[in-house]
């Protein structure tokens, strides 16, 4: 199997890229390789117009093996991403490299390409450009541009009796008719505070929301589509992921309520798949999260998606997103910590964001032997935890009527980490509209520090102590807002 290397950070990460001839070789390929490869080629073909400027990805996928992201495939492409790259530098990688520009981006990105190479050549040709451009220019970043293929966690279940809570804001209020009393993220407490106000302004980059919701019509103050650029972030077909995420941070109907009446700012940047995948590229990625900070004015991003390799763009896009949003007191940033039960997975293990993991009903942390009856996933975690929240048989909103993961407006069976990541987000939310002018590094403070401290068997932690299953505890919106009014 051909071997790159290219940096992210002052890392360098070295990888294996599997070709289609050799995921068919049992010798060469891993176990499942096959099967993988297969349903990478048939997801890029069904994203075939999408990706084309990005190489024949059709034909030849390029695989990534991942070794420690369950649930995630990487494709390279024939393209890179080089951000603060002078003229000088742009000409020597065409005269190099044959590089050109294929498109320009904020913050002095640009999308870099041979068009005269294909397949393995045009792919190694960019690994080694994006290490010339690193190594020997004065630009501030250079990697290869992935696509991302990532499988969603949630599963139709609702026929067994267990998958629908007989509580199902459980989440906002757990009474103990399932559960341990009080195992919730106190959401009702915290509403005797405030429900939130409109100013604040909560992102959601998914893969698209039913703006046109009657539980959500009204919250939207700004959206973008960096799929298909179409005028909305109307998702496509039943890619329900981002509507149900939305309902959670702002729902406003008076069945299913979201925790705030703050505002939603709706960002597509994935697709999905029938196979339960959605696919998007790193160099649109960054892009939609640089517009969502500095663009639309989020407030905060809630991020209920991640896997695979670092890079650069990415990683410089939240920072930046961290640091200069909100007029330089920063965006608060939620991104989920991952569904494969094992290791925090990139973007969460990045410093200094907000890692969000999942509880139970049980306050234990979400496993695949936890008292929940989920037993295909259990929520990542690691050095990096930060905070959980609740991420089973969360109710929330679905696509209006027949689309979407039922034939209703709302689903009762949501979850993952990612229904668990819209909730710290929404509670960033609030602490922000009785305290907006506390920077964000402050904001994950009074999070974490207000959490529930709570061991990942259940058990409450006499000495408040940090662990790697739950990090500062389960989130306690209530207690985080009496300490923001006292901020």
Known sequence: ???????????????????????????????????????????MADHESRFEELGNLTAEPFLVPQKKAAGVSLVAT???????????????????????????????KLLLRNSNLAGEDAIKNAFECANFAYEQTQASGAHPNFVRLMEHTFRKSQSSPES????????????????????????????????????????????????????????????????????????????????????????????????????LVAVRIAKGYGNGYWAFDDFKTAEAIDWSWNDAKADVLSNSWGG??????????????????????????????????????????????????????????????????????????????QIVAPGVHIATTDISGSAGYGSGNYVLTFNGTSSATPQVAAAAALILSVAPGLKEAEVRQILTSEAAKMKGNGKLDPNRRWNKEMGWGRLDIHAALRRALHS
């Open 164 to 263: 629908v809570s007989p509580l199902p804001w459980w989440n906002h209020l757990n009474n103990g008719l399932i559960g341990v009393r009080g195992a919730d993220s106190s959401a009702r407490a915290a509403w005797t505070i405030t429900r939130g106000h409109p100013d604040i302004r909560v992102a959601v980059l998914d893969e698209g929301v039913d703006v046109n919701h009657p539980d959500l019509r009204d919250s939207v103050v700004a959206q973008k589509d960096f799929v298909d650029n179409h005028a909305t972030a109307a998702p496509n077909g039943d890619d329900a992921h981002g509507t149900a995420c939305s309902g959670i941070i702002v729902g406003r109907g008076n069945e299913y309520p979201g925790m705030t009446q703050c505002s």
């Open 78 to 108: 024939e393209t890179l991403v080089v951000e603060g790259a002078s003229l000088v530098t742009l000409r020597k990688l065409k005269s190099k490299f044959g590089m050109e520009v294929l498109r320009e981006g904020t913050f002095e």
């Open 308 to 385: 695979g390799l670092a890079v650069d763009a990415i990683t410089n896009a939240f920072e930046r997103a961290r640091k200069k949003g909100r007029n330089n007191k920063g965006a608060v940033i939620a991104i989920a910590a991952g569904n494969s039960d094992g290791p925090v997975q990139y973007p969460a293990s990045l410093p200094n964001m907000l890692c969000v993991g999942a509880s139970n009903e049980w306050d234990e942390r979400k496993s695949k032997t936890s008292r929940d009856h989920e037993t295909w996933w259990g929520s990542c975690f690691g050095p990096e935890m």
């Open 1 to 43: 199997m051909p071997s790159f290397t290219y940096h992210s950070h002052d890392q360098q990460f070295r990888i294996s890229i599997v070709t289609p001839a050799q995921a068919l070789t049992k010798v060469t390929a891993s176990p499942g390789m096959e099967s993988q490869m297969n349903a990478v080629r048939s997801m």
